[in-house]
């Protein structure tokens, strides 16, 4: 099961519970979409400390969205996930490597607070381009 949970308008916060099936990543990827249609960035967060397993199709259809979005990597800015299980640490590790444009993170079973305020943590914007003029164009005296 997936379960949203209270966030800041740019991040997704779901806890994953038990087995996933397809319609768990069919709500997931919804509840994705909707903060991208919303934000310009966004974080994610994932509580998968009560995670079991997942079905064929979820498994399919999350390699699929995760595909789907390939172009698009750069809108994701960080995804933190909060686990105690040796493995799913070792998958998210990998992933991290292999993501571009993501930062990925782990968090134990005690760190809720400061994974959900990592993944809400945007980059600050570029700063503007400097405004150039003509050399002389400021001093009216120069002719």
């Known amino acids: 099961m997936i379960d949203q949970l209270p ?8 806890r994953v519970s038990g087995t996933i099936t397809g319609d768990d990543i069919d709500r997931a990827t919804g509840m994705v979409e909707s903060a991208l249609d919303r934000e310009a960035r966004i974080g ?18 999350d390699l699929r969205y995760g595909l789907s979005k390939l ?6 800015h960080r995804a933190a996930v909060m686990t105690d299980k040796e493995w799913l640490r070792a998958i998210v590790r990998l992933e991290s490597h292999l993501i571009p444009h993501v930062e990925i993170r782990v968090f134990g079973k005690n760190e809720r607070e400061a994974a959900l305020a990592w993944a809400s943590g945007l980059p600050a914007p570029a700063p503007a381009a400097p405004v150039l003029s003509p050399v002389g164009a400021d001093d009216p005296g120069e002719s």
């Open 71 to 76: 172009g698009e990597w750069g809108r994701f």
């Open 7 to 14: 966030s800041a308008a740019h991040v997704v916060a779901l």
């Open 44 to 61: 994610l967060y994932a509580d998968m400390m009560d995670f079991t397993d997942m079905t064929a199709e979820a498994f399919v259809k």
